[in-house]
Structures are given as structure tokens and as C-alpha cells.
């Protein structure tokens, strides 16, 4: 399968602090990357929807401007949290899809976020 | 609205046991299924897919599942259950190409010695 490279695997950061994170595709072009949010011993829940060069779609509930997303290529999405809270404290997940691979969707590895 | 949902949350088996996680859809397009495990803090390995085609799939580590739209089911299942399966699964599902996954709420499977 395609890889997904997503980066830090584990972030610690100050409260009131930003945080990006970086999900890369590496072998394949990633034309709509995916966000998910995991909750302790919750499911995946997603948080935004970029397509390459666009403005990312979010999902009710999601505030925008505190979660920003940049798709400003095929093989690079990333996410900020801004001025982080430990209430943003999860797992963080990207997926990315892209032509010639099907239906699926591959994940990267995630980013443990806490805030302290 | 396009859902899945799996029946139990944890599941336990004893070493060498049948494994049998649950897993419904709900779906007016013909659905893309997924199963995908997850170890402790780690991210979502693929363990097996139903796009078209041959409604038994198998998939890694001596899983298959089994797509039966009659039922709108796709169960994972697993002969003998081993304690590296201990782990958390996720059901899920989308409508194909560059569609968003959505998730079910996760089975964690125990295996007991």
C-alpha cells in the first residue's frame, strides 16, 4: 500500500501555544487529504476535508480558525492547532486519497498532542 | 445518512478461539468497507477491504470478512484467535474514491490465555 508519513509521531507544548502537524503522502500524489480527532477510547472523528490548492472543508463543530489546515500541495497537508488548550489534547490522524488509488483511504501513523 | 455500527465494544476470547467482530452498514450507494486494527498509541493499519467483486475478503494476520448485502453486514472473523490480536478494531466505511471515511465506534478485542 501507499505511504503516509505523518510528523511529530508526539508533541508536549505550553498552553496558549501553536502546534503544526505535518501529514506527507511519499509515493503517491494526495489529491484530498483527511483529519481525524480520536478521543481516549473513542472512534475517529473527522475534522476537515482539504482538496490540493483549496480551502479545507470542516465538519460541524470544528472551529476553523482554531484547527488550520493548509493543503498547499499534492504530497503535503498540514494542521495547526492555535493557541492550544488542554482540551485540544488527542490523537490526531490524517488519511490522504489520490488518483489511481481507489478506494482507499491511507492513514498515517498520528500525533499524540498534549498540552500542558 | 451513511453509517456503520458495531455491536459490542469489547470482546473477549480465549487463546485459540473463534474471533468474530460485528460489524452493520447502512448505505444507499454500494458501499466500500474496511476493517482496521489499532495497537495502543499507535496509528490505523489496514487489515482488510470490500470494494467489488468477491464478497469474502481476506486480509492480513488470518482475518477475512464477508460482504452480505442481504444483511448489510460485514463481520470480521478469524479461525484462532491469537494474543498479538489483542487490539482495538474499526469497522468503517465510504462511498468510494476521494470520499471521507466514517468510523464505527471500535470493538476492543481481548484474547485470554
Known amino acids: 500500500g501507499a505511504v503516509v508519513s505523518q510528523h511529530p509521531s508526539r508533541v508536549i507544548c505550553k498552553s496558549g501555544t501553536s502546534v503544526k502537524i505535518e501529514c506527507r503522502s511519499l509515493?503517491?500524489?494526495?489529491?484530498?487529504m483527511f483529519w481525524y480527532r480520536q478521543f481516549p477510547k473513542q472512534s475517529l472523528m473527522l475534522m476537515a476535508t482539504?482538496?490540493?490548492?483549496?480551502?479545507?472543508t470542516y465538519e460541524q463543530g470544528v472551529e476553523k480558525d482554531k484547527f488550520l489546515i493548509n493543503h498547499a500541495s499534492l504530497t503535503l497537508s498540514t494542521l495547526t492547532v492555535t493557541s492550544a488548550h488542554p482540551e485540544d489534547s488527542s490523537f490526531y490522524i490524517c488519511?490522504?486519497?489520490?488518483w489511481g488509488r481507489g478506494a482507499e483511504a491511507f492513514f498515517g501513523q498520528g500525533t499524540r498532542l498534549t498540552v500542558v | 445518512a451513511q453509517s456503520v455500527t458495531q455491536l459490542g465494544s469489547h470482546v473477549s476470547v480465549s487463546e485459540g478461539a473463534l474471533v468474530l467482530l460485528r460489524c452493520n452498514y447502512s448505505?444507499?450507494?454500494?458501499?466500500?468497507l474496511f476493517w482496521y486494527v489499532q495497537y495502543p498509541n499507535q496509528g490505523l493499519q489496514l487489515l482488510l477491504k470490500?470494494?467489488?467483486?468477491?464478497?469474502l475478503v481476506k486480509g492480513i494476520n488470518g482475518f477475512e470478512a464477508e460482504f452480505k448485502k442481504s444483511e448489510t453486514s460485514f463481520h470480521l472473523t478469524k479461525p484462532s484467535a491469537h494474543m498479538s490480536d489483542a487490539a482495538e478494531y474499526f469497522c468503517?466505511?465510504?462511498?468510494?474514491?476521494?470520499?471521507?471515511?466514517?468510523f464505527g465506534t471500535g470493538t476492543k478485542l481481548q484474547v485470554i490465555p
Open positions: 488519511s490522504a486519497a489520490g
Open positions: 448505505s444507499s450507494v454500494p458501499p466500500y
Open positions: 470490500y470494494t467489488t467483486g468477491a464478497t
Open positions: 468503517a466505511f465510504n462511498s468510494g474514491g476521494y470520499q471521507k471515511v466514517t
Open positions: 509515493d503517491f500524489q494526495a489529491t484530498t
Open positions: 482539504s482538496n490540493e490548492g483549496s480551502k479545507a
